[in-house]
């Protein structure tokens, strides 16, 4: 089949051939009919499939009805405590509003994702359990990669660290962390047990880091180091690091470099209130930084809708993005730079790739972030799952 008449990001009319779920010959747009098997775009652009790098399908309230924000304060211990009261209250499993959110991210054009699991000395491995649920049920149309994650923290939660550990043996891709030491208030403690469990079972590691400030950056060095030492450069991720965008340029770039050199990626989703990590600066010294949805309509946010066009309009808007080249940098954010760090390849749209786009009317790319227009078409290896914002499959 030919997907025909369609625009691609550099500008190019092109005629997409695929066949076997893959691009096997990008051609000129040409002036031959489409065929019955042929879909004609008519000069939508054409984009790769869009790539969440940090969601939490398990904590998502999606499908059912209003909860009201139950935090009593604005700390992060606040919103722990609110979303054990609002679990204790619910009755619908994860695994079912995990689904809804898949399917509304689907629909979105959200083909990868990347989602941390909360995992507890009173949750156990039940939420795991509740989203490998979900993996399954997706399999073979999106990727869901899946992190055993210290919501309550390792030292203050005992017993967590050795179910992190269980959580890996059973399918978890990586290992989480929590604020070292706003949290467990034990810097060395926290990065022993992870950095423990990543070394011994070969995992990469992505860690919330909300603490700001110096006391963030001592943590992120100290993150480094132990990449550094444990041999892990280019699988650990930084994720929120307000800390970088809460201390002076010369020291936010001074830990730029160091990052750099570690490998390690920074996500950001573009925060309502809090420091937001110098983007711009820290690509400039070559570090992978990318966006994820991070909370979706759960006990912590009750905003969000995991459709990632409009997470990287939000993140621009935060980051006072205005040309066209920033817009195009934070779709990459959502897109190339979020399927490097999900280590997805091939990604993009290139003769022998996989046949998955997302299908908008917009002219390039920063008219596609701005306007986040509805998705006319996602398509999943040469096979159209969503239509008009839908799924048809
Ligand atoms: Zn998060």
Same mark, same amino acid.
């Given at each position: 089949?030919?997907l ?9 009319? #092109?005629?997409? %051939?695929?066949?076997? !779920?893959?691009?096997?010959?990008l051609?000129?747009a ?12 008519? !000069? ?6 869009? =790539? ?44 079912v509003? !995990?689904?809804n959110?898949?399917r ?7 083909? /990868?994702m @990347?989602? /941390? ?12 359990? %509740? ?39 059973? !399918? ?16 060395? $403690? ?14 990469g ?7 700001a $400030? ?10 480094? %180091? @132990?990449?550094r ?11 929120h ?27 950001? /989703? ?26 979706? #309509? ?26 066209? *080249? %920033? ?17 997805? *390849? ?6 022998? $790739?996989?046949?998955?786009?997302? =299908? ?13 227009? #509805? ?6 290896? $040469? #096979? ?5 914002g839908a799924?048809?499959?």
């Amino acid at each position: 089949m030919r997907l025909v008449n369609a625009s691609l990001p550099d500008g190019g009319g #092109r005629d997409i %051939e695929i066949a076997g !779920g893959r691009i096997t010959a990008l051609l000129p747009a040409s002036a031959k009919p489409p065929s019955a098997d042929d879909i004609d775009l008519r !000069g939508a652009l054409v984009l790769p499939p869009l =790539v969440d790098g940090h969601i939490h399908l398990d904590k998502t309230l999606l499908g059912l009805p209003w909860v009201p924000n139950q935090a009593a304060g604005n700390q992060v211990t606040d919103r722990i405590e609110a979303e054990r009261r609002v679990r204790a209250a619910r009755t619908v499993p994860e695994s079912v509003t !995990g689904a809804n959110l898949v399917r509304q991210v689907l629909a979105s054009g959200t083909l /990868h994702m @990347r989602s /941390h699991v909360d995992i507890d000395n009173q949750l156990g491995l039940r939420n795991l359990h %509740e989203i490998l649920k979900v993996r399954e049920q997706f399999r073979g149309t999106a990727t869901i990669q899946i992190v055993a994650f210290p919501q309550s923290g390792i030292l203050r939660s005992p017993g967590t660290a050795d179910l992190l550990d269980a959580a890996i043996a059973e !399918g978890a891709d990586l290992l989480g962390g929590l604020d070292p030491v706003g949290i467990d208030g034990d810097l060395d $403690g926290h990065l022993d047990a992870i950095f423990g469990i990543a070394e011994r079972r070969g995992v990469g590691l992505d860690l919330h880091l909300h603490d700001a $400030g110096e006391s963030g950056i001592v943590q992120i060095r100290a993150i480094a %180091e @132990r990449t550094r030492a444990t041999g892990l450069p280019g699988k650990v991720t930084v994720s929120h690091a307000f800390a970088l965008g809460s201390v002076s340029t010369d020291l936010a770039a001074r830990t730029a470099d160091l990052l750099a050199e570690t490998g390690i990626a920074i996500m950001s /989703h573009g925060p309502g209130s809090a420091a937001m990590p110098p983007l711009k600066l820290l690509r400039e010294h070559g570090v992978t930084v990318f966006g994820g949805s991070d909370n979706i #309509r759960d006990a912590w946010s009750p905003f969000g809708n995991g459709d990632m066009l409009e997470r990287a309009m939000m993140i621009g808007y935060r980051a006072n993005f205005r040309h066209d *080249a %920033e817009l195009a940098f934070a779709f990459d954010m959502v897109t190339a730079a979020a399927a490097r760090v999900l280590g997805l *390849a091939p990604y993009g749209i290139a003769v022998g $790739g996989p046949a998955d786009f997302v =299908v908008v009317e917009a002219a390039t790319l920063a008219e596609a972030v701005a306007a986040r227009p #509805r998705r006319k078409l996602v398509i999943k290896a $040469g #096979r159209p799952i969503a239509r008009d914002g839908a799924l048809v499959f």
